[in-house]
Structure formats: C-alpha cells, structure tokens
C-alpha cells in the first residue's frame, strides 16, 4: 500500500495563500492519478483537485482559477497551491493516491486541516 504523508496546512485569513504537499512512498503503479480531496464539518468528502503520472488536471468548479495542483514525479510529491483563499475552503483536505491500471489500488492520506478566517 502507498503511504501518503501530507503537510502544508494551518490557519489562514481570507485573501492569503497555502500549499499542501502530499509525499507518496514508492509504488509499482506508475501510471496513476494523485490528488487531494477535503471534507467540511457535516459535509462528505469532495474532489478539489487531481493530477495524473502523465500531467493531466481536473478542478473542482469552485477552485479553478484559485489553486493549481502539480507534482513531481521523481521525488513522486503532489502540490496544492491555494491562493484567495475563502472561508469555505475551510475543510479537511486529504491526499488520494490512485492507480490508472488497477482500479481497486489506492491510499488516503490523514489529513490536514486548512481553516480560513473572514
């Protein structure tokens, strides 16, 4: 199993700006698609944002324009650049590992939390 080890988040006011990161360990799956998702209080988990192996990105409607996701494939790390920042974007935000070929084969991370004050 990919381990996922995330880091980046904390408190924020409106405006300002973040960036998650997400450290994958090694995986045999290389063609896969690495992303983050965040869950608010009372809400279910939702895509923010993902990448695949190849550099293909999807947004979530609400933060396109606002943050972009990246990686590095060879040091296999995920980025999320947030920038004006909003109170909803307060949430969990988690990191997803996923493979292309296997669909059954993928991890979560633990979380971190990004609160945004108004």
């Known amino acids: 199993q990919v381990q996922l080890v995330e880091s980046g988040g904390g408190l924020v006011q409106a405006g300002g700006s973040l960036r998650l990161s997400c450290a994958a360990s090694?995986?045999?799956?290389?063609?896969?698609?690495m992303g983050w998702y965040r869950q608010a209080p009372g809400k279910q988990r939702e895509l923010v944002a993902t990448?695949?192996?190849?550099?293909?990105?999807n947004y979530a409607d609400s933060v396109k324009g606002r943050f972009t996701i990246s990686r590095d494939n060879a040091k296999n790390t995920v980025y999320l650049q947030m920038n004006s920042l909003k109170p909803e974007d307060t949430a969990i935000y988690y990191c997803?590992?996923?493979?292309?070929?296997?669909?059954?084969?993928?991890?979560w991370g633990q979380g971190t939390q990004v609160t945004v004050s108004s």
């Open positions: 090694k995986s045999i799956f290389t063609t896969n698609a």
């Open positions: 997803n590992f996923r493979s292309l070929v296997v669909p059954s084969y993928y991890s």
């Open positions: 990448i695949t192996s190849g550099g293909s990105t």
